[in-house]
């Protein structure tokens, strides 16, 4: 009976407590940056910039997701994906769960890269060649003066940019990941704060 009772009192506190921890953990201690035009709408709220993602559906089911867009002139520069391709293929478990997709300029450029069609968290977008520069562009607004197309660009749940990261080096990936972890963790403390929310009658 004491068991049960037990029991029932962690089950009760349980949310209260993990709620506590979050809290008080790394998540609330680090703040992303926010890339593009702000707009302030009141004293304390600010209008962020949004990518238009639209352009690809399937990317509508990606909480969070990371996208690179791959042009025509580094097809054959491999070494711009060199720290994607050293956690895909002996790190394979640390980037698993991240969504990263390539889009690239055409067909051309998708057949030198169709290796990493293998992994399953990998997604390809075949963009017009036309219209490629327009799209990417809209991924890049007020982005810093040295960051071009071969960087993985970071896209949260609101759809606005919370960081660049250049994909030749190991230690930008890392820190993509830990970025990533971040947002997700901060992304499942405000849904189980509105799912625990106590609504008045």
């Known amino acids: 009976m004491k068991n049960k009772k037990w029991i029932v009192l962690l089950i009760i506190a349980f949310p209260s407590l993990f ?3 979050l809290e008080t953990s790394t998540i609330n201690s ?12 009141a004293p304390n709220d600010t209008l962020f910039y949004k990518v ?12 969070l997701y990371a996208i690179m867009f791959v042009g025509e002139k580094y097809r054959s520069d ?3 994906m060199a720290g994607l391709w ?25 057949e030198d890269l169709k290796k990493l069609d293998e992994h399953e968290n990998v997604h ?5 060649k036309t219209n490629f520069d327009s799209l990417a562009k ?5 982005k810093p003066i040295y960051i071009d197309y071969s960087f993985f660009v970071l896209v949260d749940v609101q759809r606005n940019i ?3 990261y250049d994909a030749r080096y190991v230690a930008e990936l890392k820190r993509l990941i830990e970025e990533y972890q971040h947002l997700r963790l901060k992304e499942e403390k405000q849904k189980m704060i509105k799912d625990n929310e106590i609504k008045s009658n």
Do not use: C, M, Q, S
Not at 124 to 128: A, C, L, P
């Open 124 to 128: 390809f977008f075949i963009w017009n």
């Open 52 to 63: 238009n993602d639209t352009f690809d559906t399937a990317l509508a089911k990606f909480p």
């Open 19 to 21: 709620w506590l921890i």
């Open 30 to 41: 680090k703040k992303l940056p926010h890339y593009g035009t702000k707009k302030v709408i």
């Open 86 to 110: 050293e956690y895909l293929n002996y790190k394979k478990e640390k980037v698993v769960h991240i969504p990263f997709v390539l889009a690239v300029e055409n067909t051309e450029v998708y």
């Open 78 to 80: 491999v070494y711009r």
């Open 138 to 142: 809209t991924f890049f607004v007020e």
């Open 162 to 164: 919370r960081g660049f």
